[in-house]
């Protein structure tokens, strides 16, 4: 008993010594996100995902998020303080090392030492500093396996119940925990319980199936096509060679060749290095946490497309487990203190870049009008002092002023009417060359997208903020190609970027000005096989002047003559259906290559 009660005070010492020095981190990812089902549960806790918010340019549901609401309920439920919120997530770390001690000593005499390697995870520092679910679901997870290995299945099924309100993934752990024994396989369907449950209480509340909203917004967004999910297997591989570290499986280096192959994926060894690592983990793990590592791993390239490296968490600890049941004390001591100190390294280099939003949206005047055309704490940060995310295609007046991430996610706006003038730019470097996320950081850190290697080597810029302020100019065309260098000056809305050097699609309804002369609008378009619109009306000046029948293929349209306003010509075109194609979040009709008045 006393060597638990001391083995405990240890844990408890260095989780508090790992927090102590991110207790101001700055808010990070998706954190956002969270914080807006926080607040909408504090007005309505029995539905915290029915909170909306913006994302991308779109005003979506939270009953589409990849997670159910447990995290934001608790997260609501705490005081709006950040250092509040801070010792709650890192009580929630201690609660996952803890838990982990409890299966260690079920499984190796060297529990505290399991224990220690798996604190020192960098993913699980890392993760400790965000409001995402991953630690919450992980903290009820392993305490619900953790009493499922010694013997109390029913009791289990509490944390496991929780863990599936946490996480749709706590499903996985099933077929893990009947491979442990046949007693409590009914208590082990908790988790799936939970997610019933949560999908009927929704469906009764609010009309709508979560998960079936979930599948909507991943294909609008094209979340699950086969490119995203090759890509996140690959990322999801070279990540787990990362877990317990490379110290503690040394006696593997040699092999490391045999990732070879993958270097063709990204040459650098930062990646093929660490996918044959992650590789022949996978093939070494034995006995039944062997097996835990392997269903939960196949069922992350199942389900996962991001290939973000929190997603294998609930997989550290049994890989903790099975290197403190191989490996001397030594060897244990070294990666554990090799983990920990990269750990720590990528924890300030994470703060260090998150703590650049924070300082830039202080430094920013803003105006009446000031946009964001970005996501995540920069966003956050200027939304506290008035400003508002841009939604896409909008157009965006004179004298606003647009706020631009070049990493963030920028969505397509209009500043038609008007000319975008630079008014600030702002670099953000880092100070360590280590790199979780970056405009030049190939790293699947925290998703695929933005390459496949779990981290990366770079001292280039981590983001570029740009502070652009829209001015009014003189309208001069009478004719707009597509491919005008200055079309975004008239184009006003519900128009998409530029394509193939010489056309844009257009949305259903699209608005545009030019500078009015007499005469008629001849307006160059195509109507793709894909498209379902089957007419396009034309107004000029609030003047229907074009109710066209359209048929696929390319057509010239001319309206009728048309009215001469004053010094500008408001022009809009609608089409009577629109469409997004699989894996696009676009709302697209035609595709125009220029308006002219003739």
Not at 85 to 114: D, E, I, K, N
Not at 162 to 187: H, K, M, N
Not at 366 to 389: C, D, H, I, K
């Amino acid at each position: 008993m006393k060597t638990v009660l001391r083995d405990l005070a240890v844990l408890v010492l260095f989780v508090a010594a790992v927090r102590a020095p991110f207790f101001h981190h700055p808010l990070q990812g998706d954190d956002i996100y969270y914080l807006k089902g926080a607040e909408h549960a504090r007005r309505n806790p029995l539905h915290p995902h029915q909170a909306q918010y913006v994302f991308q340019g779109r005003l979506v549901s939270m009953l589409g998020h990849p997670h159910p609401p447990l995290n934001a309920l608790l997260l609501g439920l705490l005081p709006d303080s950040l250092p509040v919120q801070r010792v709650w997530y890192g009580t929630l770390m201690l609660s996952c090392v803890l838990a982990c001690y409890a299966l260690a000593r079920r499984f190796t005499c060297h529990p505290l030492a399991a224990a220690l390697l798996f604190a020192s995870t960098p993913v699980l520092w890392v993760s400790s500093n965000t409001f995402d679910s991953d630690v919450l679901f992980l903290a009820c997870l392993l305490a619900g396996i953790a009493l499922h290995a010694w013997g109390r299945p029913w009791l289990a099924a509490i944390p496991l119940f929780l863990a599936g309100l946490a996480a749709y993934q706590a499903v996985v752990v099933i077929p893990i925990l009947w491979l442990l024994g046949r007693r409590g396989r009914l208590a082990a369907l908790a988790p799936a319980v939970a997610v019933a449950a949560y999908q009927v209480f929704e469906r009764l509340s609010a009309g709508v199936w979560p998960l079936a909203m979930t599948a909507q917004y991943f294909g609008e967004y094209g979340l699950q096509k086969a490119a995203n999910k090759f890509a996140s297997a690959a990322a999801l591989t070279a990540h787990l060679g990362w877990l317990t570290g490379p110290v503690a499986e040394w006696r593997l280096s040699w092999t490391l060749l045999a990732g070879l192959p993958a270097a063709r994926l990204d040459p650098h060894p930062l990646f093929w290095a660490s996918f044959a690592l992650g590789a022949l983990i996978l093939w070494r793990v034995e006995g039944w946490l062997g097996w835990w590592v392997r269903i939960y791993f196949a069922a992350s390239l199942l389900l996962f497309f991001a290939g973000a490296a929190r997603y294998l968490l609930p997989v550290a600890p049994p890989l903790a487990i099975l290197a403190a049941q191989r490996l001397g004390r030594r060897r244990l001591a070294a990666a554990a203190a090799s983990q920990a100190a990269l750990a720590f390294l990528l924890s300030a280099a994470a703060m260090r870049h998150w703590q650049g939003y924070k300082d830039i949206a202080a430094s920013i005047e803003l105006a009446p009008q000031t946009v964001v055309a970005g996501e995540w704490s920069l966003r956050y940060y200027l939304e506290r002092r008035g400003a508002r995310p841009v939604m896409a295609g909008e157009r965006i007046s004179p004298d606003s002023i647009i706020v631009r991430s070049e990493l963030g996610f920028p969505v397509h706006y209009s500043t038609g009417g008007g000319r975008a003038e630079t008014a600030a730019s702002y670099e953000i470097r880092p100070a360590l060359p280590l790199q979780l996320m970056g405009l030049h950081a190939r790293s699947a850190w925290m998703t695929c997208a933005f390459g496949l290697r779990p981290f990366d080597w770079s001292r280039a810029p981590l983001d570029r903020v740009t502070v652009t302020r829209v001015v009014a100019v003189p309208l001069v065309r009478s004719d707009l190609p597509m491919s005008a260098p200055d079309a975004d000056t008239y184009i006003l809305s519900g128009v998409h970027g530029l394509e193939g050097g010489r056309y844009r699609w257009m949305a259903r309804r699209a608005e545009f000005v030019l500078k009015p002369k007499p005469g008629v609008l001849a307006l160059a378009l195509f109507l793709p096989d894909s498209s379902p619109a089957r007419q396009l009306v034309v107004t000029a000046g609030g003047a229907e002047v074009l109710r066209a029948p359209l048929q696929p293929g390319m057509h010239t349209l001319r309206t009728a003559p048309l009215p001469v306003p004053g010094d500008r010509l408001e022009i809009v075109l609608e089409a009577d259906r629109s469409f997004r194609p699989p894996g696009d979040a676009r709302e697209l009709s035609l595709i125009l290559e220029s308006l002219r008045i003739e």
